[in-house]
């Protein structure tokens, strides 16, 4: 077996760090902020493209435990310049966003980019799927 100059190695090691953990792996680094620790799932979609957030059909979807009032997750299966990512804390464990009688939610929810208050939408919640931390803050 041919041994490699330790020129080469530190090269290639040094090629492949400056690459985005996206591009390798079709991954996002999610940061959620005002988790209700201990309570519930928080459930993540992840769209990438409009078409597919009209529909609802994610590229991927996550169920987790909640656990800190801030959690660090990725999100794989992703490809393309953007994302949008949808996310609410399911907090009766249901599987479904609670809602009240006129439709507005009562379960903590949040989006990528800037969802409004009336929620998110394909043109609010899409950012740029460069390797960067997506920082989600679920309503509270």
Known sequence: MKSVPARLTILALAAAAALPARAAEGCATVEVRNVRPQQGFLMVAAYL??????KKKPAAQLRLPAGDAVM?????????????????????SDGK??????????????????????????????????????VVKLTQ
């Open 49 to 54: 493209d409009a078409e597919a957030f009209e």
């Open 97 to 134: 966003m609670g809602r009240n009688l006129l439709g507005m939610p009562t379960e903590p929810w949040g989006a990528s980019g800037s969802p409004g208050a009336f929620g998110p939408s394909w043109e609010t919640g899409k950012v740029a799927l460069d390797g960067s931390t997506i």
């Open 72 to 92: 660090n997750l990725e999100v794989c299966g992703l490809s393309g310049p953007q994302v949008a990512l949808t996310l609410f804390q399911d907090l009766d």
